[in-house]
């Protein structure tokens, strides 16, 4: 008798192999035989996997991602050919731009069916090789075992990304004896750079010779588990610290040398010390244009090291003066060892006046408004203050994403998910969905507004069918607000088609099943919040929010970041 | 080409300063990939990325068994060229990618003419054209000739200029330039080499 079993068994083997445990997805005819292959695999004593259904293939990706961001481990969507596969891609390429590892297996036409444009056929490596790490398609059943430990290895190694996998039907029904395969070399790539000592050295000289030092921290740090590493080099050197956007859970909210968020919706005194710094120390993040506006002022004054683990960073958008390309694992303790004990206490008592003038002219009235509708900041920091900084945060993307970035806190690692360089409307529900099931024991809280959360709105029934307990807040202005704050600021105040008739959430949320309260009031909200967290499962929590509310400090786009404003009118005082 | 006197309009700077490096020459880059489906696409997909056109490009595979080599120059700044290398060696499956100046390699480009064969009769200066360009008449029959030229983009260009002023060129074929480095390193032994050790300490 052979041994030899079919290529949907096989991938159930490599994904076995590879420690895969969750997958979302959605069938289809090209997938079939994998989804058979499930059937076993998802039941009973066989059981190696939990399968979600979602129901939309962008959620399947979305989900994917807020599974990785959470768990640290490789996110995995399984989707049919044709609209399955594309369907994926705004999720491929926003794990792209975020570093976010996924991988995504897509059904593909028999070989024989290539090209022929057969009923569901799309090229999906084509167009998946620039919005993704690596793309390939398994053409027969003995390519699976190196194909997806390729992809497992080229996902999770290095800067992480995502790899798409175009598994043609025929290799899911050949025969094939399987051997599982670990990939952990491929001769044209290496992900973990060597160290350079010589630029170490350059960049702990310009480190001890600098007397106002700042660092921007990244989502790197994350990925390369080097939090700690991060702090013993900023407390040794006493350097204060600005995170980006992704990089907020990279250094805790409360430490002492954190002086708040990059860019243009950051914080007022580290964009403003931004272009003061003498030495700019880069640290895992990439110079986006939201983090740096307009390039060509873009801290002029300093000089830039930057450690990054991927050396296309180095001098892609800002002149750097040492490149230091490396896991910053290894590069941050490096340098720490090479750098003297220094007090730059007088440069951080700097930021102080500047912080005072945000908090007062921003911040208090945004978190403790006290007439007027709800506003979002004071939303997001009722959930903060009542979830005390245990919560996973998922945003959308918007105005719900800048609050909710801004007046969360971030005292635990991989505690945030929000798509930061491709800005994806709808990927908070979804992504929110796969948190759960990346974090079971711990609390999801997803901000979103009435645009974002209408776009992967289907994915209510994922929430459904799982009780995946994700804590929705809707906050809904009737507006696509960040497009309508920039009409109100850039644009001579014509709102093109950003009011929005919603429809009644209550209903929906009756529809599915899930508890629902709304808040209009906000002597109830601290009440509705803690009644939303002492809910057992998914929960829909509306806020009835300003429809002008306005998301502050602003770097208008394409101005220096020197010129952030407090209010919506251009005066800096 | 070389000779190309099409009006560009700077590329803008990728960091907005305007720090040397902003003036545009003809840069070859030398790419070398594994042998596996659909690289091509993804190192033109680099160039049309960054709104910089390809001039020349040419595919075939190295001395090195299973590795592929790109030939392929274009216009732009050092800065621009280094981002170019930066992201085309950023692709997975690629080995090796570099930059070189006309003055770092040897190059060679080879063309192919089809002229009317009774206008090489009738016009002798067409026989002396072929012969002062150091051209080869490969075939002659009695429809036309067919004439090779190898040489640098200009001896070329010279070549079917003068040919083309007397109006018989039918058709012209460049092959697009190939190169070999000047300097005495060869880099991609290098560094199969150390990729070689790597993997032996794994």
Known sequence: MSDKIKGSEALMLALQAEGVKTIFGYPGGSIMPVYDALYDYTRGENKAFDHILVRHEQGATHAAEGFARVSGEVGVAIVTSGPGATNTLTGVADAMIDSTPIVVIAGQVPISALGTDAFQEVDLVGVAQPISKWSYQIRHAEDIAWAVSRAFYIARSGRPGPVVLDFAKNAQTEMVEFKAEKVDFVRSYVPYPELKMNHVQEAADLINSAKKPLALVGQGVELGNAQNELIAFLEKADIPAGRTMLGLCALPSDHPLNVGMLGMHGNYAVNLKEQECDVLIAIGMRFSDRVTGCLKTYAKQAKVIHLDIDKSEMNKNVRVTVPVVGDCKESLPAITALIHKADHSEWRASFKPLDEKERVKVIEPAIHPTEGPLLMGEVVNAVAEATKGDAVLVTDVGQNQLFATRYFRYPKRRSLCTSGGLGTMGYGMPAAIGATFGAPDRTVCCFMGDGGFQMCIEELGTIMEQQAPVKMILMNNNYLGNVRQWQDMFWNRRKSFTRMMNPCYELIAQGYGIPYEAVTDRKNLAAAVDKMLATRGPYILECAIREDDDVLPMTPPGKSIEEMQLSRNSEIS | ?202
């Not at chain 2, 596996?36 to 390809?54: M, P, S």
């Not at chain 2, 008449?137 to 004439?147: K, L, S």
Request: overall charge neutral; charged content about 25%; glycine content about 6%.
């Open chain 2, 1 to 202: 080409m070389s000779n190309n006197t099409t009006s560009r309009q700077p590329l803008p700077s990728l960091t907005g300063g305007n720090e040397g490096g902003s003036a545009e020459s003809l840069y070859t880059i030398l790419v070398f990939s594994e042998n596996l489906a659909g690289i091509l696409n993804q190192v033109t997909a680099v160039f049309t990325r960054r709104q910089v056109n390809i001039e020349s490009l040419n595919v075939c595979a190295s001395s090195t068994p299973g590795v592929h080599k790109y030939t392929i120059t274009c216009y732009c700044t050092e800065e621009m060229a280094k981002v170019l290398k930066a992201q085309i060696e950023k692709r997975i499956d690629v080995l090796q990618a570099r930059y070189y100046t006309d003055d770092e390699i040897f190059l060679q480009e080879t063309s192919l003419l089809k002229i009317s064969a009774p206008a090489v009769m009738e016009n002798p200066e067409v026989c002396r054209i072929v012969r002062r360009h150091g051209a080869r008449i490969v075939e002659v029959n009695p429809t036309y000739a067919a004439v090779e030229k190898t040489g640098t983009t200009e001896d070329i260009l010279s070549l079917y200029e003068a040919l083309n002023s007397l109006g018989v060129v039918r058709q012209f074929a460049r092959s697009g330039r190939i190169c070999i480095t000047r300097g005495t390193r060869e880099e991609l032994d290098e560094y199969l080499v150390e990729r070689e050790k790597e993997k032996r300490t794994k």
